[in-house]
């Protein structure tokens, strides 16, 4: 699904008047998620899952301008599941819902 589809499905689903709404609710979301992230590192949603930024052992990058070397460290986001998440994915769902 690309971005826009997701925008009108989001903005169905929520009763928004248009996308212009709809889209600054995600950009909202998203500036909190990296915000939240960069100041603790991760962020835990209770039974959906846990990102956690991890660092990555720096490499050497040379340029191809002038030959010049250096190292760049580097991070990478994490993704563990939780178990809600994954019976949503299953198709799996509580008896009392």
Not at 15 to 36: P, Q, S, V, Y
Request: aromatic share 12%.
């Amino acid at each position: 699904m690309k971005e826009i589809e997701f925008l009108k499905l989001y903005k169905e689903k929520r009763g928004l008047k248009n996308l212009n709404d709809a889209k600054k609710r995600m950009d909202i979301f998203w500036d909190t998620f990296f915000e939240a992230l960069e100041l603790e590192g991760e962020l835990k949603f209770k039974d959906w899952g846990v990102f956690e930024v991890k660092d990555v052992a720096a490499r050497k990058v040379v340029s191809p301008k002038g030959g010049l070397s250096y190292t760049e460290p580097k991070k990478k986001l994490k993704f563990k599941t939780g178990l809600k998440f994954r019976d949503e994915i299953n198709g799996k769902r509580d008896i009392d819902e």
